[in-house]
């Protein structure tokens, strides 16, 4: 059963996200020096599991040999299928040392645990081993993120990134974030009722306290104020029972504390001057279907063309964060806090949006998957589609843009308005010609 565990923990992602010109990928030269293990196991797609598959194998079916068996085959797989896309990152990027430090863990790991692929399951001295290697890898890989995260940083201080380079590294980010980087053991609680991370029973709107009270004593420490909590709970689906699904509690808390960090520092900011502070409400809804919690302030709200840019790994209004600054979990770090968020609640084929409205607050919904059986993880798959996407070049837009409101575009425009006015007899017909909506 402890590999059993162990290899749920794996599938529960998120411990815890060129030479010429700057937009190429990587696929040249670099991809030679990945070892063969590589190319060989990319070729395979990974296994998504289910919440429903996970937990009945946990709790009914498993067994060190059923883990070893799947984890040896599985684990190579996607760690192979991202070293492919790691290796189509523009050359410049990838050269980074934190990157290429990342990409050494994800090699040696590989490799770890190749080892095993030709070795009895029927050997307890091998099943023991395997173990140690699995906490070796989550060990090793225990600062992915961050590591990444300052590759980013060190390629951004060196060159300018150019709007196609950041669409790819996006896409990317985006990607090896939603990889499993396993083992997180912060996300076992040891709570007896949890299959390895999952509960089979999470009381959602008890998450959502212990989230909010985590960042209320955050951001009381902060700024020695801060909002309160309004919570309604509706339950479509068994009315007047508490609100519980099969999740991964710790995901859900994630997801929670970044929202919530986020609406009490624009509440208190945006209402510095006000006697009081507006709550923030929480609405939880269980339907037959889906899951939505939806958090509101009144913290002055973004405007739209921001909304994107919140997503966004290459931008960040915060400072940067310290690496070895453990201490504290700042109020914003790298700037990763929604982008990682919105992973989390895609991982089980869930979402999270944001609706602004500019001077007044801001809405977020997560929505997760109210049934574990449709709680299908969502991994990337490296093949001819995901390698198309590093390849991608700037072209010209199609529509117009503010740029081009009182240029040349315009001119051209009202040049040809006019052009046609000269065959009109009066003034006041050309007048109307401007105006005229069809013209």
Sequence with gaps: MKAARIALRTAAPLAGAGSGSAGRGGSGSSSSRLPREVEQFSRFSPSPLSIKQLLDFGSTNGCERTSFAFLRQELPVRFANILREIDLLPDRLLSTPSVQLVKSWYIQSLMELVEFHQKSPDDQKVLSDFIDTLIRVRNRHHDVVPTMAQGVIEYKDMFKVDPVTNQNIQYFLDRFYMSPLLFDDKSSSGHPRHIGSIDPCCDVVEVVNDAFESSKMLCDQYYLTSPELKLKQVNGKFPGEPINIVYVPSHLFHMLFELFKNSMRATVEF?????????????????????????????????????????????????????????????????????????????????????????????????????????????????????????????????????????????????????????????GTACSLLAAPGT
Aim: net charge neutral; glycine share 10%.
């Design 271 to 427: 209402q510095e001057n006000s006697p009081s502070l507006s709550p923030v409400e929480v609405t939880v809804v269980l339907g037959q279907e889906d899951l939505a919690i939806k958090i509101s302030d009144r913290g002055g709200g973004v405007p739209v063309r921001k909304i994107e840019q919140l997503f966004s790994y290459m931008y960040s209004t915060a400072p940067r964060p310290r690496m070895d600054d453990g201490r504290n979990t700042p109020l914003a770090g790298f700037g990763y806090g929604l982008p990682i968020s919105r992973l989390y609640a895609k991982y089980f084929q869930g979402d999270l949006n944001l609706y602004s409205i500019c001077g007044y607050g801001t809405d977020a919904i997560i929505y997760l998957k109210a049934l574990s059986t449709e709680s299908v993880e969502k991994l990337p798959v490296f093949n001819k589609s995901a390698s198309k996407h590093y390849q991608a070049t700037s072209e010209a837009d199609d529509w117009t843009n503010t740029g081009a409101v009182g240029g040349s575009g315009a001119s051209l425009g009202i040049a040809l308005i006019f052009s046609r006015a000269r065959s009109c007899e009066t003034a």
